[in-house]
């Protein structure tokens, strides 16, 4: 759960609230370096609102918190949401777009979703509405399609 828990309610029931700054997060940012260092292939977000960093957005929805990921921490893998049914999202998130968009958006390549045919109609209609470009859709597909082979899941 990037970027770490700590002391934070659990988002399968509530909203949570971390106010520590990106320095004061360093510890729990240790086992994201170890696991990027080892070749860590994918990094699930938590859906805790990091307050001093992105005070609008879950991490699992913040461009803010993907960019540290991977600028600042040097991850090149997949990005993927925590389950965007769990309260935290359905209950408490309320920015301009669906969840299910804003995650495509910050930079998740696949999303945990509990009712695929919204979230599938929800991206299809920003794509359509020019909200998400097919370069966004081609940026987050290609790296899971690449793994998929790399993986041996289907073949080229």
Do not use: C, W
Not at 21 to 33: A, I, R
Not at 46 to 70: G, Q, R, Y
């Amino acid at each position: 759960h990037f970027p770490g828990y700590a002391k934070n309610a659990d988002t399968h029931t509530d909203s949570s609230y971390d106010t520590r700054s990106l320095e004061q997060l360093q510890n729990d940012l240790t086992p994201f370096k170890a696991g990027i260092e080892a070749g860590a292939d994918l990094v699930m977000f938590a859906h805790n609102v990091m307050s001093e960093i992105d005070a609008d957005n879950p991490a699992s929805l913040s461009p803010k918190l993907h960019e540290i990921l991977t600028k600042d921490l040097g991850f090149s893998g997949l990005a993927i949401t925590d389950d965007l049914s769990m309260s935290s999202i359905s209950e408490y998130y309320h920015g301009a777009h669906p969840a299910t968009v804003q995650a495509v958006l910050a930079g998740n390549n696949l999303l945990i979703v509990t009712d695929y045919k919204t979230a599938f109609n929800e991206i299809k209609e920003a794509v359509e509405s020019g909200v998400i470009t097919e370069a966004q859709i081609n940026y987050a597909l290609v790296p899971v399609l690449a793994l998929k082979i790399e993986k041996g899941l289907f073949k080229q």
